[in-house]
């Protein structure tokens, strides 16, 4: 590391000392008391990609979005990562709300729209293949290569809202009677803008029957 580079990384500890005096500044109270205990409404699983941080485009404080984040948002039914986050956040947290978030230009789901050849990435990028291939007709329809691309970035964050739903952990809370909704949202970096997909599951009967379990 050159003289540069650990100037340029201290002064993320001068931005977090500068942070943290801000927060206490405006209530004294507040890390002794999230330091005791996290309620978060939501958790939210969303992209990697730096310019969609979750806390700052919901404008939310620490304490209030449990975060799970990956390349293109994907939830993968053997992830034991992102099972875990949701069992957590589901059992333990009790959040209301799970949000799905995707993004337009998402460079995860241009990658495996495009094909070519990138290692080991390409394993978890064929989980958006499977996207495009059940909706193919649909997206190939549009006009342009960007446009192509940002309904497959849509269909994505439905197909995995759907995935959410299809777990036992979901299904089960849901059994419970738990106030629970899984949302699908994308975010548009052009304008910082958040939209409704028009997908908002909160019972059983609304997934297919397929991934429905029986009994109790
Ligand atoms: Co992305």
Redesign the pocket.
Same mark, same amino acid.
């Not at 998402?106 to 789901?109: K, M, P, Q, Y």
């Given at each position: 590391m050159n003289k540069f580079q650990r100037r340029k990384l201290n002064s993320l500890f001068k931005n977090n000392k500068a942070w943290a005096e801000k927060m206490t500044q405006e209530d004294p109270n507040f890390f002794s008391h999230l330091s005791k205990q996290q309620h978060p409404d939501y958790l939210w699983i969303g /992209?990697?990609?730096s310019r969609?941080p979750a806390n700052q485009v919901i404008d939310l404080k620490p304490g209030e979005v449990f975060v799970h984040r990956n390349?293109?948002n994907v939830v993968v039914h053997t992830d034991l990562n992102c099972l875990s986050v949701i069992q957590y956040a589901v059992n333990v947290l009790e959040v209301q709300h799970i949000i799905v978030c995707g993004?337009y230009g /998402?460079?995860?789901?241009k990658a495996a729209f495009e094909g070519h050849e990138h290692g080991l990435i390409d394993n978890w990028l064929r989980h958006i293949k499977d996207v495009y291939r059940l909706h193919k007709n649909e997206i190939d329809a549009e006009a342009t290569e960007q446009k192509r691309i940002n309904l497959l970035c849509e269909k994505n964050v439905i197909e995995q809202v759907a995935n959410v739903c299809h777990t036992s952990i979901v299904q089960r809370a849901w059994k419970k009677n738990k106030d629970l909704t899984v949302h699908g949202w994308i975010y548009s970096i052009e304008d910082g803008l958040l939209k409704a997909l028009g997908t908002e599951i909160s019972e059983s009967d609304q997934i297919n029957e397929i991934h429905m379990l029986k009994g109790n």
């Open positions: /992209c990697s990609d969609v390349i293109a993004h /998402c460079g995860g789901v």
